[in-house]
């Protein structure tokens, strides 16, 4: 019993103070006994670890009965650890009024072994959660779409008060002993805000001023639309795909979740404002688990397949290839493909035709295994050619990404690691790769997640967004509060010079703020013609509340953050992210899968409608290859337009699903702001490395462009109008 954790108190420049039971729970599934064929039987692992957790469960409480019948000082402290580790695995199960019970009852057993500076830490921990059994009994039970949105408005405010009213005295207590910690006075304002009292509310010395997070500009209020849609997933973390699986104009949503008792799920567009839930039909109710997903065309067949990533935070669990069938179903080829073995923590993956053949290739990231490159062998198999094209290192790798940043018609792969220095292969057109990020100067920040290429300042040359992940709430609030941060509590954005080279331009653009970031991805969400992006944030602590974050792109010069002015900063956890016209009516929506790592922490999902902006013209591409890949990834668009002031611009797009946690359309939704016409789409293909180029082309309408086609389609799409939000 106990030992799960250390028992002082808690560095929070390091970290958060944790009361989620993450920990306490994986280390119950690591200490129980698994077959041989555990990392590949999906239904097996979601047996083993409920079956874990139960069995943990009755020993803590045995011991702690047996306990109970002695006086001594080491059974005291002994029930005081177990106190601690009841506490916490009911956290982690949501029991949040036991897992108060068994705190109150491990800070009492600190009182008797005069461990006052344990008795603190656990006084905050009570307030944390009082906290969560507040967001149960208000955010969850009562939910509506303005709930959790930061700063908190009157239709989000608890009706149950009694848990927050708790809370502020556990917080006011720490806060008498420990008037300057950050993470404390955070939770304090927050909790506060539930109540409608913030800021008169809350005494001066321990005020976060409001115009810390007001937001300097305002492109209007997004709105959830998911519960409207019947998007409004209640689930635990996971990825998300928005794309069109059965080619009707569509765009369809598959959802997975980090539960290892969970399916996949599949949500088909009916193109009147209704979803159909079509998992069962497709395939998917033995597809258990996942913490992300990604969508391609593996076999050029014109149906979209899915990648299911299993094992990260974990252990080892095999991931799944899902072979779309192109009648609704879908079938799992992950053996028959060579993918299968040997099952690795992947968390993450990227889809490209490293060798310009033709046939789609497939980067996988581990953690602490190394990395592995299968090349596609054209049949419908794979082999694993990491070690001999020299990508096979091994880090706690949390997100790739591939894009041609030196425009030599060969994609290059980024890897994203926490806790090390990050990679950048660069593609030598012979099947090996070249790591170049300490020559190019990318290895950082060190506590990385989420990564993406993209032309932000279209010039035409892929830059580089590295979003940082710190574990400490108190660095957050240190940001918020204009306080010097560690420089790797930082993002990077790395501007291509053109010249071969990258610069840091962070600090410049106005993107230099510690960041907790999980989930991201972007788009264009006001139709500008500049990429703007959301950041899913939160650790796996019922502490970790921060807002999720949306930042607005001005012409490539500067990025500002619209979160509270736009209403898109829940403070629910932050994982798969994707940005795309639900409606197709030319206006991007984003949408965010919300809930965290623990039973505990599930939240309903949400799908951010567009306030619209329509005054600026956009235009939407579907790309088919013919000897480059079906799905078009590695393709450039360049388009030409003349805007309302007479300035001729050029608008880049590279043809990916975006970010590393999340996939948006490989359709390309491209912005042209007030230019009445697009006067050239040139689009570039990698295999064949030619060019097409089209002239004076309408602008707010989807077109399809086939390799080597010498005209493009005008695609019928359905457009339908949102339902009516619910509150």
Known sequence: MGGLQSHGMTDKALSTTDVSGESQAEYLFRLFKKPPIYPQDLQLIAAARGRALASGLKDFQEELEDLSHQDTKKSVYLRMLGYKDLAQLW???????????????????????????????????????????????????????????????????????????????????????????????????????????????????????????????????????????????????GGVIIDDFDNDGLLDVVVSSYDAGSCLRYFHNNGNGTFSDRTEQAGFSEQLGGLNIIQTDYNNDGWLDILVMRGAWEEPIRKSLLR??????????????????????SPTAVWADFDNDGWLDLFVGNEFSPSQLFHNNGDGTFTDVARRAGVAQSAFTKGVVAGDYDNDGYSDIYVSNLGAKNFLYHNNGDGTFTNVARLLQVERPLLSFPAWFFDYNNDGWLDLYVSAFTPSLTQIVRSYLGLAVPQDDMPRLYRNTGKGTFEDVTAEVGLARALMTMGANFGDVDNDGFLDFYLGTGNPSYAALIPNLLFRNHEGKYFADITTSSGTGSLQKGHGVAFADINNDGQVE??????????????????????????????????????????????????TVTAHNGKRQDIYRHVTSGGSFGASPLRQHIGIGKAPRIDAL???????????????????????VKEFESSFVKLKCPTFVMPQVRQ
């Open 682 to 704: 040139e689009v570039w293909w990698p295999t064949s490395k030619t060019r097409q180029v089209f002239h004076n082309i309408d602008p707010n309408q989807f077109i399809e």
């Open 91 to 237: 956290s982690y199960e949501g029991h949040m009024q036991r897992a108060i019970e068994n705190f109150r009852l491990e800070y009492k057993s600190a009182g008797a072994l005069g461990l006052t500076d344990k008795q603190l830490e656990i006084e905050e921990q009570i307030g944390i959660a009082e906290m969560r059994q507040g967001e149960n009994e208000n955010c969850r039970e009562h939910h509506n779409v303005k709930s959790c949105i930061f700063p908190l408005c009157p239709e989000a405010q608890y009706t149950q008060t009694s848990p927050s009213e708790n809370a502020i005295r556990h917080f006011l207590e720490y806060l008498s002993k420990e008037p300057g910690d950050l993470e404390v006075r955070w939770l304090l304002n927050l909790t506060n805000m539930t109540l409608g009292t913030y800021p008169q509310g809350v005494a001066r010395k321990y005020v976060i001023p409001p115009q810390v997070f007001r937001s300097a500009e305002d492109i209007g209020e997004f709105t959830d639309v998911a519960p409207a849609l019947g998007l409004n997933l209640f689930d635990m973390a």
């Open 590 to 639: 984003i949408f965010c899968k919300l809930g965290g790592a623990t039973p505990g922490d599930r939240y309903f999902s949400a799908l951010y409608r567009n306030p619209g902006h329509h005054e600026n013209n956009w235009i939407t591409i579907k790309l088919v290859g013919a000897k480059t890949n079906r799905a078009a990834l590695g393709a450039r668009i360049k388009l």
């Open 324 to 345: 779309n069938n192109g009648d609704g179903t879908f079938t799992d080829v992950t053996a028959v493909a060579g993918l299968a073995l040997p099952a690795t923590r």
